[in-house]
T-cell receptor, first 116, second 113 residues
Framework: NAGVMQNPRHLVRRRGQEARLRCSPMKGHSHVYWYRQLPEEGLKFMVYLQKENIIDESGMPKERFSAEFPKEGPSILRIQQVVRGDSAAYFC??????????????FGEGSRLTVL | KNQVEQSPQSLIILEGKNCTLQCNYTVSPFSNLRWYKQDTGRGPVSLTIMTFSENTKSNGRYTATLDADTKQSSLHITASQLSDSASYICVVSARAGANNLFFGTGTRLTVIP
């Protein structure tokens, strides 16, 4: 049973380009969370999705950022017109059900975005 | 307001020594508390889970405690090893809410030879 798979592991973009980060949750998991981590800082919640639904996007910047988790395929975090401040590690986590019952999230290894 | 605070922010200890990391929370209603270990450049991995009725739980050299009355948890690491160098993150789950997980900012532990 493969773990949470994120790709790409490393992504370099120039200012103004688009970044797409993908996350395949663990088999059987229908809940996906995205977190951003700046160097030497903690994980910051961005968005929580279930299949085809955004449950909570309170941590997402209002502009340029979007996320989806389609019925088929991975969850995608999309950042349009990237700026240098978007440079960070983006972690995806999945759980088999809403985190409330167990609180356990299974994290991917992260995607490191560098904006030149 | 639901919050999780960890201390110290960073810690350096000699190999073989013990250390204790702290987590205070104001999350309510409380469901459980987890400690995660995040190695540099990796995703966090769960170490222990503490529910309301549990006071102490061990996982090898890691021992977590929970005081639900004072809303405090600690993670004690015994006989530290170089591989213990990592960030340790406290995550508290509430029993309600669509997004019910609250993260501390972590304690950065460095074990030196």
């Amino acid at each position: 049973n493969a773990g949470v798979m994120q790709n790409p592991r490393h992504l370099v973009r120039r200012r103004g380009q688009e970044a797409r980060l993908r996350c395949s949750p663990m088999k059987g998991h229908s809940h996906v969370y995205w977190y951003r981590q700046l160097p030497e800082e903690g994980l910051k919640f961005m968005v929580y999705l279930q299949k085809e639904n955004i449950i909570d996007e309170s941590g997402m910047p209002k502009e340029r950022f979007s996320a989806e988790f389609p019925k088929e395929g991975p969850s995608i975090l999309r950042i349009q017109q990237v700026v240098r401040g978007d440079s960070a590690a983006y972690f995806c986590a999945s759980s088999p059900q809403q985190g409330a019952n167990t609180g356990e999230l299974f994290f991917g290894e992260g995607s490191r975005l560098t904006v030149l | 307001k639901n919050q999780v605070e960890q201390s110290p922010q960073s810690l350096i200890i000699l190999e073989g020594k013990n250390c204790t990391l702290q987590c205070n929370y104001t999350v309510s209603p409380f469901s459980n508390l987890r400690w995660y270990k995040q190695d540099t450049g990796r995703g966090p991995v769960s170490l222990t889970i503490m529910t309301f009725s549990e006071n102490t739980k061990s996982n090898g050299r890691y021992t977590a405690t929970l005081d639900a009355d004072t809303k405090q948890s600690s993670l004690h690491i015994t006989a530290s090893q170089l591989s213990d160098s990592a960030s340790y993150i406290c995550v508290v789950s509430a029993r309600a809410g669509a997004n019910n997980l609250f993260f501390g900012t972590g304690t950065r532990l460095t074990v030196i030879p």
